[in-house]
């Protein structure tokens, strides 16, 4: 029994949250214990005088349970062991040590002292940031003349090659700023806009110029001007695992080889250095000769990457960056990295791409947050190809949240698609339960699209997913935006701009904890609360096909005797003093098929009854 039980005195499972408090975490093996407690005390302290506190189980996935609770640590300092309760009756307590039957065998873990530096801190903004991806060549044209629509059209029979180029620019992207605040995003996230021979500009030429075919510094500076004058801030994509072959360090090694002052800034396994039949460097991918990987361990190198990125900083205001093939760089490169940026602007973002499980770099010395594919992988098997159920779901969910401190989760890019991947909507005609799942394709995504805006992090809409868009994966996901009235979806485009207000307009959807309350794996719905000190969010999600009846269980004791509002009907529920929906059966709150809720109170309900 004692190995089910798991604790380290290290992010995610001990961090701080401010100077002050320390939050805690411990893992025991799913539906083994009664109850958990953590007793604690300043370090200097006498052994004995502990205070115990109990913890609250705030989730479960698949073989575990997770209890967490806040330590107040007021002289920055804290001791603490755990008191673990089973169901079968028996008692361990869990310290340093390990588990034993006998608390003064365990010991204690110290957490030696809350250093201010070392405390997990992200941009105040990113709770409330919605973003929205753009792929500068596909989204809109400057020069109306050019194509009324914005960018040259797209054949479904196109087979574009990284050089094909659809016309879209900084200036076009200006023209439509009104449309994006229209949508309700306050925040957007550019792929490369920097000199570079391709239409998707991760092979950078000049990290110190913008492409032309997009414009020039002067038109990024309105761009960054003009968003910001509409409350949307701007993050920049950067390319730093590798360079373009066009970059002048690469061209020098190219042509002087062994003697060239930048041989160090690559990974050359001979010499002369050659680029076919198969590149004798190391590349991004698998020899692809136009992407030679940096060696950022190279101070060199290091010192340059690092200019750049405070040089469109402070030059330009850009809000952060999001850091491509982030994995496969050196981490000492972005704690460098980290400490440059932030110390210019504390409330710069940094973003890294992951598409697997990226704890080890969310510990608060490298990226605030990670564009977070393993979410868009579950609601992808949840929702587009439906082959798990609602139980196994709020088990991805739980686990993914557990992964990292509850900062970094707040800062975590919550996507559905990208420019790397098929659209959801597509994914979703592609895939489902039944006959006609194309039928209920459009409503899968809109309740992965609820879930999406209810949940911690900061949610992405890829560009055209509001209006309906399809695209299999590179390069059809990439088509260009569709202007044009009568082709665009007005329901989804509703959709999303209702979903983007209601997360905009209650708190307990921005900053509230996240508690998954149930999960009825026959009927494929579930549901979880956000809540703060003054507000609770009660979401549903029902991906089943029959009107679900929405619990008040989860409520009674938290919320009796007050009312909920539907937040995207206006709709009014009551519920009685012994925690139950008041009023006739066709009165009570039900989930459509394929149909989402979010009930909203005040702890109060004064401000809801009014």
Same mark, same amino acid.
């Given at each position: 029994?004692?190995?089910?039980?798991?604790?380290?005195?290290?992010?995610?499972?001990?961090?701080?949250?401010?100077?002050?408090?320390?939050?805690?975490?411990?893992?025991?093996?799913?539906?083994?214990?009664?109850?958990?407690?953590?007793?604690?005390?300043?370090?200097?302290?006498?052994?004995?005088?502990?205070?115990?506190?109990?913890?609250?189980?705030?989730?479960?996935?698949?073989?575990?349970?997770?209890?967490?609770?806040?330590?107040?640590?007021?002289?920055?300092?804290?001791?603490?062991?755990?008191?673990?309760?089973?169901?079968?009756?028996?008692?361990?307590?869990?310290?340093?040590?390990?588990?034993?039957?006998?608390?003064?065998?365990?010991?204690?873990?110290?957490?030696?002292?809350?250093?201010?530096?070392?405390?997990?801190?992200?941009?105040?903004?990113?709770?409330?940031?919605?973003?929205?991806?753009?792929?500068?060549?596909?989204?809109?044209?400057?020069?109306?003349?050019?194509?009324?629509?914005?960018?040259?059209?797209?054949?479904?029979?196109?087979?574009?090659?990284?050089?094909?180029?659809? %016309?879209?620019? #900084?200036?076009?992207?200006? !023209?439509? *700023? &009104?449309?994006?605040? $229209?949508?309700?995003?306050?925040?957007? =996230?550019?792929?490369?806009?920097?000199?570079?021979?391709?239409?998707?500009?991760?092979?950078?030429?000049?990290?110190?110029?913008?492409?032309?075919?997009?414009?020039?510094?002067?038109?990024?500076?309105?761009?960054?001007?003009?968003?910001?004058?509409?409350?949307?801030?701007?993050?920049?994509?950067?390319?730093?695992?590798?360079? %373009?072959?066009? #970059?002048?360090?690469?061209? !020098?090694? *190219? &042509?002087?080889?062994? $003697?060239?002052?930048?041989?160090?800034? =690559?990974?050359?396994?001979?010499?002369?250095?050659?680029?076919?039949?198969?590149?004798?460097?190391?590349?991004?991918?698998?020899?692809?000769?136009?992407?030679?990987?940096?060696?950022?361990?190279?101070?060199?190198?290091?010192?340059?990457?690092?200019?750049?990125?405070?040089?469109?900083?402070?030059?330009?205001?850009?809000?952060?960056?999001?850091?491509?093939?982030?994995?496969?760089?050196?981490?000492?490169?972005?704690?460098?990295?980290?400490?440059?940026?932030?110390?210019?602007?504390?409330?710069?973002?940094?973003?890294?791409?992951?598409?697997?499980?990226?704890?080890?770099?969310?510990?608060?010395?490298?990226?605030?947050?990670?564009?977070?594919?393993?979410?868009?992988?579950?609601?992808?098997?949840?929702?587009?190809?439906?082959?798990?159920?609602?139980?196994?779901?709020?088990?991805?969910?739980?686990?993914?949240?557990?992964?990292?401190?509850?900062?970094?989760?707040?800062?975590?890019?919550?996507?559905?698609?990208?420019?790397?991947?098929?659209?959801?909507?597509?994914?979703?005609?592609?895939?489902?339960?039944?006959?006609?799942?194309?039928?209920?394709?459009?409503?899968?995504?809109?309740?992965?699209?609820?879930?999406?805006?209810?949940?911690?992090?900061?949610?992405?809409?890829?560009?055209?997913?509001?209006?309906?868009?399809?695209?299999?994966?590179?390069?059809?996901?990439?088509?260009?935006?569709?202007?044009?009235?009568?082709?665009?979806?007005?329901?989804?485009?509703?959709?999303?701009?209702?979903?983007?207000?209601?997360?905009?307009?209650?708190?307990?959807?921005?900053?509230?904890?996240?508690?998954?309350?149930?999960?009825?794996?026959?009927?494929?719905?579930?549901?979880?609360?956000?809540?703060?000190?003054?507000?609770?969010?009660?979401?549903?999600?029902?991906?089943?096909?029959?009107?679900?009846?929405?619990?008040?269980?989860?409520?009674?004791?938290?919320?009796?005797?007050?009312?909920?509002?539907?937040?995207?009907?206006?709709?009014?529920?009551?519920?009685?003093?012994?925690?139950?929906?008041?009023?006739?059966?066709?009165?009570?709150?039900?989930?459509?098929?394929?149909?989402?809720?979010?009930?909203?109170?005040?702890?109060?309900?004064?401000?809801?009854?009014?």
């Amino acid at each position: 029994m004692p190995s089910s039980i798991y604790h380290v005195c290290e992010p995610p499972f001990a961090y701080p949250l401010d100077e002050y408090r320390l939050n805690i975490r411990l893992k025991v093996r799913r539906g083994s214990a009664s109850a958990c407690q953590a007793l604690y005390a300043d370090r200097y302290d006498s052994p004995g005088t502990e205070l115990p506190i109990l913890m609250e189980k705030v989730g479960s996935d698949r073989h575990s349970d997770y209890y967490e609770a806040v330590l107040p640590a007021l002289k920055r300092k804290a001791r603490y062991l755990f008191l673990v309760q089973m169901n079968s009756g028996d008692s361990y307590w869990v310290g340093e040590r390990g588990t034993f039957e006998q608390r003064e065998l365990a010991g204690s873990f110290q957490f030696p002292y809350l250093c201010r530096d070392e405390i997990p801190r992200v941009p105040n903004w990113a709770k409330q940031a919605v973003f929205y991806q753009i792929f500068p060549d596909r989204f809109c044209n400057g020069d109306p003349s050019i194509n009324p629509e914005g960018v040259q059209s797209w054949d479904s029979t196109d087979k574009p090659t990284p050089l094909s180029r659809y %016309g879209g620019d #900084l200036q076009g992207i200006i !023209d439509r *700023l &009104d449309y994006l605040v $229209e949508l309700g995003v306050n925040a957007v =996230y550019l792929n490369p806009i920097f000199e570079s021979p391709s239409n998707h500009k991760y092979d950078t030429t000049d990290y110190y110029k913008i492409d032309a075919a997009f414009g020039d510094l002067d038109t990024f500076k309105r761009l960054v001007k003009q968003a910001h004058d509409r409350g949307i801030r701007v993050v920049l994509d950067a390319v730093f695992n590798h360079s %373009g072959d066009r #970059l002048f360090a690469f061209q !020098d090694l *190219l &042509d002087k080889g062994e $003697e060239s002052a930048y041989r160090d800034w =690559y990974y050359t396994d001979s010499y002369p250095v050659i680029q076919e039949p198969v590149p004798n460097y190391e590349t991004f991918g698998n020899g692809i000769a136009t992407m030679p990987k940096l060696n950022t361990t190279t101070p060199e190198v290091t010192q340059y990457l690092l200019d750049v990125a405070e040089y469109w900083i402070r030059e330009t205001g850009i809000d952060g960056w999001r850091l491509d093939v982030a994995n496969e760089v050196d981490r000492r490169f972005w704690q460098l990295l980290r400490e440059r940026v932030k110390g210019i602007d504390s409330e710069q973002l940094l973003v890294g791409e992951f598409m697997h499980d990226a704890s080890p770099w969310l510990r608060g010395d490298q990226f605030d947050g990670v564009m977070n594919y393993l979410f868009r992988e579950a609601a992808l098997d949840f929702f587009a190809r439906q082959n798990i159920g609602a139980g196994t779901f709020t088990e991805m969910l739980t686990s993914l949240q557990m992964r990292v401190t509850d900062q970094a989760y707040s800062a975590m890019m919550q996507l559905l698609g990208s420019h790397d991947t098929e659209r959801f909507l597509t994914a979703c005609l592609n895939g489902g339960r039944g006959w006609n799942p194309q039928g209920t394709a459009l409503a899968r995504m809109r309740l992965a699209v609820c879930l999406q805006m209810t949940i911690p992090g900061m949610p992405v809409v890829y560009y055209g997913d509001e209006i309906g868009m399809e695209g299999r994966t590179d390069p059809d996901c990439r088509r260009p935006m569709i202007w044009e009235e009568d082709k665009r979806d007005k329901e989804t485009y509703e959709i999303f701009r209702s979903m983007i207000a209601l997360r905009k307009k209650y708190t307990s959807l921005t900053s509230g904890t996240m508690r998954i309350v149930f999960a009825d794996e026959a009927n494929n719905t579930f549901g979880f609360l956000r809540q703060t000190d003054s507000e609770t969010a009660y979401v549903i999600i029902n991906n089943g096909t029959h009107p679900y009846p929405v619990p008040a269980s989860p409520l009674a004791g938290r919320l009796s005797g007050c009312t909920m509002v539907n937040g995207l009907t206006e709709e009014r529920y009551a519920l009685t003093s012994h925690g139950q929906w008041s009023g006739a059966d066709e009165q009570l709150p039900t989930a459509a098929p394929f149909g989402c809720m979010v009930l909203i109170a005040s702890q109060t309900s004064s401000e809801i009854q009014e």
